[in-house]
């Protein structure tokens, strides 16, 4: 009896309870985006969600379920993977929106894992089917490069977050006082 392929490290239930709590309250959205990115989402109908919420929370929109249904209607299939109503149940099922930083690190946390097992395949496959010309130490030098980036990557979109939100954060303020 041959072992089963392991599962991928995911947990769809956090991936739904940022969404939803993203849906309930738009600022949760701007607690989690220095963390989390569509790419770290393993569902990709949760990809799309998140994509379309921060595309039109950036643009300065209020949304929730009925939003971004209008704005994900066009794509096809949409509906046959619940639509609207797959939408209303993810906000209904929120929570709450305290603990969206900590959702936000675990997405992020399994993405990265499953980047590293992925990572982890191909050098197999490449180590168990490989010529003399694909010498040890050029597949250890690709391994470490594609390691590093996968860690370098995982830094970036903090830096490249703050960059971008100065400016509104300071617009803030100033209008505040």
Known sequence: MADAAPKPPVSIEAEQAILGAILFDN????????????????????????ESAQRLIVAGSKVGPTMIAADLAALPGFEELGGARYLHEIVSNCVGTYSAPDYAKLIRDLATRR?????????IVRANGATLADEADKQIAD?????????????????AFIGAGAGDWLSEAETAT
């Open 143 to 159: 391994a470490e490069r594609d390691l590093r980036a996968l860690a370098e990557g995982a830094a970036a979109p903090r830096a």
């Open 115 to 123: 980047e590293i097992s992925r990572i982890g395949q191909e050098m």
């Open 27 to 50: 600022d949760v959205y701007w607690r989690v985006a220095a963390t989390l990115r569509s790419e770290h989402f393993f569902d990709p109908v949760h990809r799309l969600i998140y």
